[in-house]
């Protein structure tokens, strides 16, 4: 059982039921209304075909299924996806915990450092990607210009085929991490200060303590921080809308990109359905891989 | 105990029977509210809001509850979703593409129902408006909707640009080669460090899946007319837009833009022409009223340049809708044909930036006198009676639209040629047509 | 010697940590710069740092142009309402995956973590049509109930309610408390930091929201500051002196709650006092 936690015999075990179902009455009232139904609905609109202008939806099968997977865009999108996903969500948690791991220690002025680095999260997707295209203008930008301290050739972020992609990386990274440090914040909190003097009193570097404290007791915080970053960059829609719109030449166009196209652009409810159901069953079965192989390794007290 | 409900259902009763006939009467003499949406952005809507005002004075027994949806996909959506649910607005501002889909929904009327209506338009007043207009408002040869406002393509241009590279600005390019010549001539690269420091003439590249592709494609349609090309046949069997002439516009953009090197040039060519970077560049009126709010540059608006075959610009504007869901369908029309007098049009022009849709608006003469004043304006009015609009696609037009944006961007940032691009669009498109063929046959 | 090396390790530390801070604050700043200059210096190629003159034209403009302070007041309504309620209907479900037995609890948590994969994209409309039946469209139940459950944030508080040490609740439960006991006593005062973090991200998810907001609301009182943003952008141009000046006010007062809410995570839990 992935999720299992130890079962020790407890006081009012018995009870245990009947609240579960007290304490999980509103989330599973609202819920079912406004998760679950839209979610089951859209998988009965993925065997359908529906502009979503008339009442008529015609019962097509699995053809939607079949069409999306033959192609060739979707694959290209797919691969745009994963590429977009290998390169934020390492680099993301990375900055991330460091981040959050120095700003754990004295520092002066915790607060200001700690808005500063979340501000990104707050800004509005549409300003902040105006002042990302100005960053990344080829002539005059940023970016260039900061490359050219070190003598590196200018390079047209947002013009170029080969470069877009790691522009959006870049933006994409500066966007979220934010999110993910104070996740990482509040669980460095969290782990009990005792632990620590225990180990100084073993004698345990600063270096050995990280390793064997702060990342074993921070693992159920970074078990959810994977997870969710993983479903969150495979599900990135805002910055890419906004900064490259899919362009040049779709090098950016990422799923969710592409789906609300085939939703929005060309009215293709149903084909647009079958592609968020082809992305639910990759993630699901990635999210399960985590579970299971990740999972074990995350320490609970 | 008694319910204290009791007693209060009594006198709501009691008071109805009361006021029963009193209600009748007001309900007669009450106001109808037309509900409207539209996309203006908040530059123009204080202009709207006069325009407004001064209809319900006119119609005492008429209000306009004009709503304000952010354009292009959340009008859209949102139109989409309260058709669904049976709340679709009296009256919409929509775009020409979405036509196919509102009409075979069932859910806008015909205008002929209006037109030939006790409170109609006569035939010589639609023989007024701007023909390439009525037939982007159109879907299958009906119509469908009505023009609110007109736009087309002009070059704009920086005078003080033109004088610096020796150019004389009252003399803009005339035809493609002095474009292409004056564009080359106001490229360079002051100092040399392999950065260009001033641009001749934006080529219009975005992603074709971007809100500007099909801005792109628009662009791109008046040089495929000026080279004699059209975008489909009139049967609409098979699209035209590879042919010799599409080939030729194509490869005018791919030169020019290889030629300035424009892949090293900001994108953002709003911005780089005010900054004085950019000396040419295409733009519609929408952009005046803020040009005019530029006191350091001196910059001009020219005609298009006219292409091997003749000279062309393309015509397009926002088109109202009259909804089936609508209570008052025939006060809906009251709103929009008075939206369409000429004097109402002008008006709108003058404060808006936007062309009128019919040419009696042009023949007032406070909007005469406005144009002498406006020289800007005055050849984007001028432009109207040589501009023409696509040729209609009825079915599939989104997708063809996007197959012909996605050619233009992959013949210019790619490698290859615009021939083959072109073609391998046309197939797909193609294909789309005969689809829809069949489907039109069973 | 090592005291010097020590305060100059620490120096040398600050001043890569505020470099680091500054460059990810600077395009915050330029929003900020560029709110206070006008439009065709805003326009200027290449771009300039700092405006010629302080300008607050463009605020004044800019709230001109739409009844900001009734979207002012709907967004913070609507997200205040939203984070206590999810707070409440969160805890309380993170604590029943977290802690109580009951039949089927891991294969509704899986489904609960599986809606999180489908994209809002597609599950728009039905949702629509959802509040459509119950009568709620153009109403601020619209706007905040949808709001009241949520998968993230039952899966984020269950996961730090695991790292609670169970004695603790045990003492409680010895004590004589119930569930909901233990829950209010116990587990919620020690979870304050993943508290304040729920509340953070709701606040702004729900502040900053666009498309949904735009979709459910039709008149104007109901509308909410990211709304109000939208009518300065239009497919063609965009107004931008305006834009950056409402952008920026309506960016401060999420930056505010969050420079106040830290308090919380940084004080975390002091388990000095419990060291059973």
Not at chain 1, 155 to 179: E, H, Q, R, Y
Not at chain 3, 37 to 61: A, Q, R, T
Request: charge should be neutral.
């Amino acid at each position: 059982m992935p999720f299992q936690v130890t079962k020790k015999s407890r006081p009012l075990i018995y009870q245990q039921g009947r609240s579960a179902i007290l304490f999980l009455s509103p989330t599973l009232l609202v819920f079912s209304a406004f998760i679950l139904f839209p979610v089951l609905f859209s998988f009965y609109l993925s065997f359908h075909k529906w502009n979503m202008f008339s009442q008529e939806r015609a019962f097509v099968g699995l053809e939607n299924y079949t069409r999306v997977l033959q192609s060739a865009e979707f694959w290209s999108v797919l691969k745009n996806t994963a590429v977009y996903t290998l390169g934020t969500v390492p680099l993301n948690m990375a900055f991330a915990l460091l981040v959050a791991y120095f700003l754990h220690k004295k520092v002066f002025g915790k607060k200001f450092l700690r808005t500063a680095f979340f501000t990104p999260v707050i800004i509005s997707a549409v300003a902040a990607a105006v002042i990302w295209r100005w960053i990344y203008e080829p002539n005059f930008g940023l970016l260039n210009y900061f490359l050219s301290w070190f003598g590196l050739p200018s390079v047209n972020w947002l013009n170029d085929p080969t470069a877009a992609m790691s522009a959006l990386i870049i933006m994409g990274v500066w966007k979220t991490f934010g999110v993910n440090m104070v996740l990482f914040a509040a669980g460095l909190e969290a782990i009990p200060q005792h632990y620590y003097e225990a180990a100084e009193i073993d004698g345990a570097g600063k270096w050995s303590k990280f390793w064997n404290i702060t990342l074993p007791l921070l693992s159920p915080t970074t078990f959810f921080i994977v997870v969710m970053s993983i479903i969150g960059s495979f599900q990135v829609f805002d910055i890419v809308y906004v900064l490259t719109s899919g362009g040049p030449l779709g090098t950016t166009k990422v799923l969710v990109f592409y789906l609300y196209e085939q939703a929005f652009k060309f009215f293709e409810m149903g084909y647009a359905s079958a592609v968020a159901y082809l992305l639910f069953a990759l993630i699901f079965i990635l999210t399960l891989l985590q579970i299971r192989f990740l999972q074990r390794r995350v320490h609970y007290t | 105990m008694r319910s204290p409900i009791t007693p209060l259902v009594g006198l709501v009763l009691a008071c109805s029977l009361m006021f029963g006939c009193g209600q009748k009467k007001d309900r007669a003499a009450a106001k109808v509210t037309i509900t409207f949406w539209h996309s203006f952005v908040s530059s123009t809507v204080p202009a709207l809001n006069e325009l407004l005002k001064k209809f319900e004075q006119e119609h005492p027994n008429l209000a306009v509850k004009a709503q304000y949806i952010p354009s292009g996909d959340a009008l859209i959506q949102k139109l989409i979703t309260a058709i669904q649910s049976q709340t679709a607005p009296d009256v919409s501002w929509i775009h020409a593409d979405y036509l196919q889909n509102l009409v075979q929904a069932n859910a806008i009327y015909q205008m002929d129902e209006f037109l030939h209506g006790p409170n109609g338009l006569a035939a010589e007043e639609l023989n007024d408006f701007y023909p390439a207009l009525l037939e982007a408002a159109s879907w299958r040869g009906t119509l469908y909707s009505m023009p609110m406002e007109a736009t087309n393509l002009g070059l704009l241009y920086n005078r003080g640009l033109f004088r610096n590279a020796g150019l004389d600005p009252d003399r803009p390019p005339q035809n493609w080669e002095e474009l292409r010549e004056y564009a080359r001539k106001l490229t360079f690269d002051k100092n040399g460090d392999g950065k260009l420091d001033q641009v001749g003439f934006g080529i219009p590249i975005f992603p074709a899946s971007g809100p500007l592709g099909n801005w792109m494609a628009w662009q791109w349609l008046p040089f495929l007319w000026q080279a004699g090309g059209y975008n489909i046949n009139l049967e609409q069997t098979e699209v035209l837009f590879n042919s010799a002439a599409g080939v030729q516009a194509l490869t005018l953009w791919k030169e020019i833009y290889h030629e300035l090197n424009l892949i090293s040039f900001t994108p953002d060519y709003d911005a780089a022409f005010p900054g004085q970077q950019l000396a040419m560049m295409l733009d519609g009126p929408w952009n005046l009223p803020r040009y005019r709010g530029f006191r350091h540059i001196d910059w001009a608006i020219a005609p298009l340049p006219a292409g091997p075959a003749k000279r062309a610009t393309i015509v397009g504007g926002e088109y109202l809708a009259i909804f089936k869901q609508s209570q008052h369908p025939q006060e809906a029309w009251t709103f929009v044909k008075w939206i369409l007098k000429p004097e109402t049009q002008a008006e709108w022009s003058m404060k808006s930036g936007y062309l009128p849709v019919r040419h009696a608006a042009t023949k007032i003469k406070a909007y005469q006198d406005f144009l002498q004043a406006n020289p800007g304006l005055k050849v984007y009015v001028d432009q109207l009676d040589f501009g023409q609009s696509p040729r209609p696609v009825d079915f599939h037009g989104l997708e063809i639209t996007r197959l012909m944006a996605e050619a233009i961007e992959k013949a210019t940032l790619g490698k290859q040629d615009p021939k083959t691009v072109l073609d391998e669009a046309a197939a797909k498109a193609n294909q789309l047509l005969q689809q829809a063929a069949q489907a039109a046959r069973k | 010697m090592n005291a010097c090396w020590k305060s100059a390790k620490a120096i040398l530390f600050h001043l890569a940590i505020y470099a680091v801070a500054l460059a990810t604050l600077a395009p915050f700043i330029w929003m900020v710069l560029t709110s206070c200059k006008d439009l065709g210096e805003i326009l200027l190629y290449p771009p300039k740092w700092l405006p010629s003159k302080l300008k607050f034209d463009n605020y004044v403009n800019a709230f001109a142009a739409a009844p900001f302070g009734r979207f002012y007041l709907n967004s913070i309504f609507v997200a205040v309402t939203v984070t206590f309620g999810q707070l409440l209907t969160c805890s309380m479900a993170a604590f029943a995956f977290a802690r109580l037995q009951f039949r089927g609890r891991e294969a509704l948590f899986l489904l609960f973590l599986g809606t999180m994969m489908i994209p809002g994209q597609v599950t728009m409309i039905p949702s629509f049509m959802m509040l459509y039946w119950l009568g709620w469209i153009d109403t601020y139940y619209a706007l905040i109930v949808p709001g009241l459950a949520s998968a993230f944030g039952t899966f984020l508080l269950r996961q730090f309610f695991l790292t609670i040490p169970r004695e603790l609740e045990d003492a409680a439960y010895i004590d004589g408390c119930s569930h909901a006991g233990v829950l209010w006593r116990v587990v919620l005062p020690l979870s304050k930091p993943a508290l304040a973090t729920l509340a953070v991200f709701t606040f702004m998810g729900v502040f900053n929201d666009f498309l949904w907001a735009l979709i459910v609301t039709n008149s104007e009182e109901m509308r909410t500051v990211q709304l109000g943003l939208a009518v300065f952008r239009d497919r063609y141009t965009t107004e931008w002196d305006k834009l950056m000046a409402a952008s920026v006010t309506a960016t401060i007062p999420i930056l505010l709650i969050f420079f106040f809410a830290q308090k919380y995570f940084i004080q975390g839990i002091t388990l000095s006092g419990l060291k059973e």
